[in-house]
Nanobody, 125 residues
């Protein structure tokens, strides 16, 4: 399984970015999510979309971020609006794994075992 993120960059406060994650698996059968991490802080979940299209957002993402997917293109998206400096982080795409992997991480009861390399988002004030 390979996940490749793109779309990160540098914006000023209030700006928008759209992250993309191209997967080598059929994402319609797995829960897919976005996470973020900054140096010295724990990884945190941002949003997830399950195989039944149900959505989950962390509180800081509600109303500003939108997760979506294109099953035909095996691509996951994260539209981020009204960005704030505290959103600055490396953003990672992750896929649910049915088997244990070396990089496994559980969030909202889902075992995410496959990860992309991340795309940097920097928001300046």
């Amino acid at each position: 399984v390979q996940l490749v993120e793109s779309g990160g960059g540098s914006v000023t406060s209030g700006g928008s970015l759209r992250l993309s994650c191209l997967a080598t698996v059929s994402i319609d059968t797995y829960c897919m999510a976005w996470f973020r991490q900054t140096p010295g802080k724990n990884r945190e979940g941002v949003a997830a979309v399950d195989s039944d299209d149900s959505l989950v957002y962390e509180d800081f993402a509600k109303g500003r971020f939108t997760i979506s997917k294109d099953n035909a293109e095996n691509t996951l998206y994260l539209q981020m609006n009204s960005l704030k400096p505290e959103d600055t982080a490396m953003y990672y795409c992750a896929s649910e794994a049915k088997q244990r992997t070396l990089l496994g991480f559980v969030w909202r009861g889902v075992y995410f075992g496959y990860w992309g390399r991340g795309t940097q988002v920097t928001v300046s004030s």
